[in-house]
């Protein structure tokens, strides 16, 4: 990988990797060894009051090595790379290997696996560099600006290159790279915001983006406050996405055989409406999926929640050997879609409401009571009220008390999926949706 | 690399930057090192120890900032680094419409060492690993309790922070915590209950004191007592707040909105504003009279109290909000200017040698009151009494805010009674703060810490201190977590 990054900065590459590797099984003495390199140069120009208040580039490479003696294991991390500090690395993983008690859970690293091989490095997102993303953050200042509105956001572009080896004969290495854009518009009393992540730092689509949020902080002048209680909703994707974000967090098998899940004793049942399914697309353009995991296993296409049925559950390599799961389901690249009719926009969706709350995005979620996965969060960034098929005025923001799992068998229609990201979500491709009896619990002073 | 390289690599980069034309800039080099010993359903899932260590340049160019930063420390890469910082800094310059001016501050040569009598990282690891097994043995021979984690956590952080002003501090900073958690299983609910050491920069003797083995037996039974215990029924109820829980409502409702580059806008895309705007300093009644919020970077022990800030400024004492009154913010050396104040508060940390310094919530504490526990809680007729962290939320300038908690009773006719769960409360931030009428008396107070406070972009964890007595809130609603809301 060269170039971009103005040519100053390689990032460790295959033979590279496969060098250090070497190395650090050398030194081993372990009966298994895993090695993960993550070699980062990435940069964010941040701006605020229509000026670049921060402007950061960093380089940073960190090797991990586990080390196990039969069910003991360690791990050490380094940030030096020097042929003495790996050395180092690795005996200090092996001091913890050698007095840490034997864990019933250990597994050694997997065998070699075999790869499909993604496009996760576009040219031109690792070319970028401070020049492209101070163009990119001018480009949205300038339209605020034009619009007597203060623009505050961020331009980031990321390369990396990530490995995977082990004793095992594992061997995985990719290079990664990722650029995001976000953008709040404020007026005397007002915001509107909008953001994307993708692979190509030139589909970030910075000027219709911040067009969007310029549009938000406008109609959101002169909110109004109106009581907390029981509304229909429209959320646009972004708030989709932080309610399905948590969601995926609650996946983990483990705790679903422990009874400590919302989702235990639920596998192969009906959680949410059943026009809804969830799946990875590691290969989908629009999202961020991977090669591998940070355990070196391939990522695969699969289906989480098929026509509202939990399907699958996310299981660490020793959970997935007492089910004998194979091979174990990954969700970096949630796509959530509905069967049947769909509607065009968001805009059809708020012109088949009679009154609803239009939110553009939550803030701030978490869980309340992890039994019934009940959350709560702010909206945030442009809050709508919705009359007889048109918003009528802007509205102080609420705070939410809703649980996923109720409000999704709530749901009355839902657009295609579309790209959505936010502060507190990765990449997701997830629909807007109008759901019904959404439960606002308080309201805020703007 | 040793110390007197760290030197020449810092007088390379600071060369660069004062033949760039810059009007400031440092470079701060850091070797940090985690050492993480963790406990999962009685057993010891991971024992980690990693290594951090890298440099980071900023530099102030035609009155904008530039950053770069590396783990590769060379001296081939210190000038290009710094070179690359100038680069950005001049490209920060051609849209930046306010040049930015620094507050004043003397030159700083000193060293700052945490006072500690057992070097954690000295600790036999077999010993550590014993005690979280044994905890987590504690904790399962409990009937109804289905899981347990503890874990133990150390850091040390060797710094050198050298400006073109002259200043040259190097830090040898240790900071300890333990805890660990227990979860029962009731009718298909789940509850946990946890025991937490404070965050403080001390030595090991913090772990041994606390002696988590002790704990066990009590918090297990209260895991199971929590998750059989009646649901709250929603209303208004005066709520009598331990130190624990306090330092997370004093955080999110006092601490960040002080900051002052949320109050100037800087967060707006992010972390968010502040409700406390800078024409309410001096003026806006905060909370009630009992209601006095002390920052103080100077207190031994504490996580923000490292002897100087990032931007080279000495930690301070100060109040926030004095009698109610909201008085002061944290600031750095960017922002004090802005509000016309002459010297930074010290407040501006990073969280590595990767991150740029920003400015971060000061230890701010609930200055200690008259009352005594049992007096605060003999006047309240229908109240609960809470204990510790759990849910908490609230919106971006810090007006609506929502918290619920580790343990709950019921307070009924001034005495504490049964457990409760599902205890939510909410409200706006200086209406409830004006609902506080005691603040228990400094025998009451303690200290906890956050290390992973959320700002910035790219995100950054913050380290800081909160400190409180017990404390009365009065005639505060009260939900229902979970379905029944």
Partial sequence: MSGGFAGTVKLTDREEFRFLTDLVLKHSGGDHTLVVLHDQHAGTTRFANNTVVQNVNSRRVTLTVTLAFGKRHGSATTTDLTAGAVREAVKRAEAMARVGPEDPEYVPPAPPQAYVDRPTALPETVAAGPDRRLE??????????????????????????????????????????????????????????????????????????????????????????????????????????????????MGDAKDYDKGTSPFSGKLGTQIIDARLNLANRPEHPDLLGCGFTPEGLPTNSLAWIDRGVLRQLAYDRFTAKQHRVEPIPTL??????????????????????????????????????????????????????????????????????????????????????????????????????????????????? | MNRSEWDELAELALKRLRAAGAEYGDIRILDSRTQVVQGEDRRIAALRDSRDSGFGVRVLCRGAWGFAASSILSVEEVPRVADLAVQIAKGSASMTSEKVRLAEEPAHVDRVVTPLRIDPFGVPLEEKAGLLTDVMEYVQRQPGVVRSSGHLWARRDLKLFASTEGSRITFDLVAVQGGFEATALQDGRFASRTFNTPHLRTGYELIRDANLAAEAPRIASQAVEKVKAPPVEAGRYDLVLDPEHLSLTMHESCGHPSELDRALGYEANYAGTSFLTPDKRGSFRYGSPHVTFVADNTEPETLAATGYDDDGVACQKWDIVRDGLFVGYCTNREVAPKIKEARSRGSNRADGWGSVPIVRIANIGLQPGRATLDDMLADVKRGIYIEGHDSF???????????????????????????????????ITPEFWGSCDAVADPSHRRRFGFITCGKGQPGQSGWMTHAASHARVRNVSVIRGGSAT
């Fill in chain 1, 136 to 249: 990119l953050a001018r480009e949205a200042v300038e339209l605020c600006q034009g619009s007597s509105l203060k623009a505050a956001g961020v331009v980031s572009s990321s390369a990396a290159t990530v490995g995977v080896a082990a004793d095992t004969g594992l061997f995985a290495h990719e290079a990664r790279a990722d650029a995001r854009f976000s953008v709040t518009a404020t007026g005397e009393n007002s915001t509107g915001w909008a953001s994307n992540v993708h692979r190509s730092i030139d589909q970030l689509g910075v000027n219709e983006r911040t067009r969007s949020a310029i549009e938000k902080a406008q109609r959101s002048a002169g909110a109004k406050e109106i009581p907390a209680g029981r509304y229909t909703v429209i959320l646009e994707p972004s708030a989709v996405g932080g309610l399905l974000t948590w969601m995926m967090w």
């Fill in chain 1, 332 to 446: 970096e690249a949630p796509c959530l879609s509905g069967d049947g009719r769909t509607a065009a926009s968001v805009d059809e969706l708020v012109r088949a409401t009679e009154r609803g709350i239009l939110v553009t995005n939550f803030w701030y979620i978490r869980t309340v009571n992890p039994t019934d996965l009940t959350l709560t969060g702010m909206t945030r960034d442009g809050t709508f009220l919705v009359e007889d098929g048109r918003v009528t005025t802007a509205v102080h923001n609420f705070r939410f008390h809703e649980s996923p799992l109720r409000a999704l068998n709530r749901l009355e229609a839902f657009t295609g999926p579309r790209e959505a990201s936010s502060a507190e979500t990765g990449k997701l491709l997830v629909p807007a949706m109008k759901i019904r009896e959404f439960n606002f619990s308080s309201v805020t002073r703007f």
């Fill in chain 2, 393 to 427: 939320s609230i919106d971006q300038r810090r007006y609506n805010f929502q918290f619920g908690g580790d343990a709950f009773w019921l307070i009924e006719n001034g005495r504490r009674t049964h457990m409760l769960r599902d205890v939510i409360y909410h409200g």
